[in-house]
């Protein structure tokens, strides 16, 4: 299945504000994938140039996918009434419209636009909106719906159960206690890791795995199958302290290694917001698992990364950033931030190297961002690794230029200042490891 373009922001909001009225999350999947689609088939919400017109083609799409869906006997807000109502009586209506005069009709309606358009937009908001979806299909995070650290609270914890106000359900018979979480920031433009500051609280990332699990075929007839599996996955992954949470296939969202204690999910790793550097990533971020077998070609299919899964990922995803106040520019995938410090090779760890599904996530695309272990401490890439992914990310070509870029500025041949970053790394390593030594001898 082709992964869905997310429509504009004016437009999500709208498909988000009816998706409300459906209760159960199963519904409200379809409804927003079906809306999605025909938004991008029917070219709706796509930065169009008549705005106004667009927005009346979006609420059409919107109550003829919703209609289907919403129980028989539920009682609909006004809003969505008049909207149903209208629908109905959509014939008539484009009946008597067509009776006016064309030309009538085109004065009048170009009158409106460009009045709405003065009254509403801003150049700066026209040019934001345009930024955010025309160019290159990369959605802003700020531009999609839910990513702003808008409150989500608990509203139920129960036997093994919380549920929160987004409609999280995270389930907890899994959940173990693990080492206490210890991370820290190297300054931007540091060469010595002394200036290092240390990371206390609450969890600043959430790096994003697939399991790599066998997976059995999502149908009915496997059902005590995908059962089985999960339950064998929970199991191994609460004994070993691997995640903070896993994603079954169903879509469950289990907790196992609680938020406050660091899972052993990243390794060596390696990435940055504007300000820091950050290595060994666990200590710092929650790793979140989606069971699933992450190959070259997966692609968002029952088979591999079903919408349950991805529904859940979104919603854990923002439940998290809302608790703990974790920014956009830190939630990213394993293979994007793992590191071989022997071979100083990226992609040790190649789950997620592509086809993570960021915007349905609600996040914007770190395939896009400069990768910081090239650009930062001089990892490269080799032929091995091109072709187990097919193409590289676009971060990995311009965190090259930059490595020239800076090389050119400090007057060094790029090799050298590759191997000088390399070094930079490894005193990094060697300064973290002193502490772990400390602290486990503090213990
Ligand atoms: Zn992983």
């Given amino acids: 299945m082709e992964t869905l373009r997310p429509p504009d922001q004016t437009s999500a909001r709208i498909i988000e504000a009816y998706c409300e009225l459906l209760d159960s999350p199963a519904l409200r999947l379809r409804f927003i ?60 209506i484009y009946a008597a419209s067509a009776a006016l005069s064309v030309g009538l009709v085109g004065i009048i309606a170009y009158l409106g636009v460009q009045v709405a358009l003065a009254s509403y937009a801003t150049p700066a908001q026209a040019n934001a909106t345009a930024a955010a979806v025309a160019p290159s299909g990369v959605v802003l995070a700020a531009d999609l719906p839910q990513y702003t650290a808008e409150q989500i609270w608990l509203v139920e914890q129960g036997e093994g159960y919380e549920v929160y106000s987004n409609g999280a359900r995270i389930l907890t018979e899994f959940e173990t206690d693990g080492p206490a979480r210890r991370f820290y920031g190297f300054p931007k433009n540091a060469e010595t890791p002394d200036a290092a500051v240390e990371r206390v609280g609450n969890p600043i990332g959430i790096v994003y795995h697939t399991s790599q699990s066998h997976i059995a075929p999502f149908k009915e007839e496997f ?17 070993r302290r691997l995640y903070n949470y896993v994603i079954d296939r169903f879509g469950r969202i289990y907790r196992v290694v609680r938020d406050e204690n660091a899972a052993d999910h990243a390794g060596n790793s390696v990435w940055a917001d504007d300000e820091y550097n950050y290595l060994d990533l666990s200590g710092g971020t929650i790793g979140v698992c989606f069971e699933a077998e992450w190959r070259p070609d997966t ?25 703990y106040g974790i920014d956009d520019s830190m939630c990213v995938t394993h293979a994007l931030v793992s590191v071989s410090p022997s071979s ?46 097919g193409e590289i990310w676009p971060g990995i070509p311009l965190a090259e230029s930059r490595l020239v870029e800076s090389a050119a500025a400090s007057g060094k041949r790029d090799t050298d200042h590759r191997r000088d970053l390399q070094q930079r790394y490894r005193n990094f390593k060697s300064w973290l490891s002193a502490r772990d030594v400390e602290a486990g001898q503090g213990e």
């Fill in 223 to 239: 059902n005590d199958k995908l059962q089985t599996s999960a339950r064998a996955l929970l199991d191994f992954v609460a004994r």
């Fill in 299 to 323: 692609r968002l299919a029952a088979d591999e990364i079903n919408e349950a899964q991805i529904y859940a990922g979104r919603v854990l995803t923002a439940m998290l950033r809302s608790k």
């Fill in 344 to 389: 100083r090779l990226i992609g040790f760890h190649m789950d997620w190297a592509h086809a993570f599904p960021f915007a349905s996530i609600g996040l914007s695309d770190k395939y896009a961002v400069e990768t910081p272990s090239i650009a930062e401490f001089g990892f490269d890439h080799d032929g091995q690794f091109d072709r187990a992914i």
């Fill in 33 to 92: 994938r079906k809306a999605v689609a025909r938004c991008q088939d029917e070219g709706v919400g796509q930065g169009a140039r008549w705005p106004l017109f667009d927005r009346f083609r979006l609420r059409k799409i919107v109550v003829e996918e919703l209609v289907p869906l919403l129980p028989a006997a539920s009682k609909v807000p006004t809003s969505v009434r008049i909207a149903m109502t209208a629908y109905r009586f959509r014939v008539p």
